[in-house]
């Protein structure tokens, strides 16, 4: 069976990531969790946090479908070595197993190809960088607010 990823799955997709406690969502292509290839549309809001974290077992390809993303790389102080916007001259990324990274949604509805090697596995606590805040904690909001304007050179504080 063809998969595709239509506008109206893009529709439903913002929808459903505005009504999502966590402001995302995805749209899996990949059959389960098993599969050696993940692959999957996700869809986020601006309010939506992504913790700095690292996938050492996997690169990960990002390609945008809507809106904007910012994703800023870091090195292992926390200093911004990358700032690229998924969406502006920044259409597809690919970033190297190991790297530790962020991102965040710029506009309403933004919606990204993902493409990993599987099978998933959550993000363990000893891939999240040190002293970043979990979803959910007080100190995420200032995080966020500070990811759309953070700069290469700059380096992330908690």
Same mark, same amino acid.
């Given at each position: 069976?063809?998969?595709?990823?239509?506008?109206?799955?893009?529709?439903?997709?913002? !929808?459903?990531?505005?009504?999502?406690?966590?402001?995302?969502?995805?749209?899996?292509?990949?059959?389960? @969790?098993?599969? %050696?290839? =993940?692959?999957?549309?996700?869809?986020?809001?601006? =309010? !939506?946090? /992504?913790?700095?974290?690292?996938? %050492?077992?996997?690169?990960?390809?990002?390609?945008?479908?809507?809106?904007?993303? /910012?994703?800023?790389?870091?090195?292992?102080?926390?200093?911004?070595?990358?700032?690229?916007?998924?969406?502006?001259?920044?259409?597809?990324?690919?970033? %190297?197993?190991?790297?530790?990274?962020?991102? +965040?949604?710029?506009?309403?509805?933004?919606?990204?190809?993902?493409?990993? =090697?599987? %099978?998933?596995?959550? /993000?363990?606590?000893?891939?999240?960088?040190?002293?970043?805040?979990?979803?959910?904690?007080?100190?995420?909001?200032? +995080?966020?607010?500070?990811?759309?304007?953070?700069? @290469?050179?700059?380096? @992330?504080?908690?």
């Amino acid at each position: 069976m063809i998969k595709q990823i239509t506008r109206e799955n893009l529709g439903q997709l913002a !929808s459903k990531a505005e009504q999502s406690p966590r402001l995302r969502t995805n749209l899996n292509l990949h059959p389960d @969790v098993n599969d %050696p290839v =993940q692959r999957l549309a996700v869809t986020m809001e601006p =309010q !939506s946090y /992504v913790r700095i974290h690292r996938h %050492p077992h996997t690169w990960e390809l990002l390609s945008i479908l809507s809106g904007r993303l /910012v994703v800023l790389i870091y090195n292992s102080e926390g200093k911004i070595t990358e700032r690229l916007v998924l969406g502006e001259e920044t259409r597809t990324l690919e970033i %190297p197993a190991g790297i530790w990274h962020s991102a +965040i949604a710029l506009d309403k509805g933004t919606t990204f190809l993902e493409i990993k =090697q599987g %099978p998933y596995v959550p /993000v363990p606590e000893e891939d999240t960088f040190s002293g970043s805040p979990a979803e959910g904690d007080d100190k995420s909001a200032a +995080i966020m607010a500070w990811y759309p304007d953070a700069k @290469v050179g700059d380096t @992330v504080k908690f």
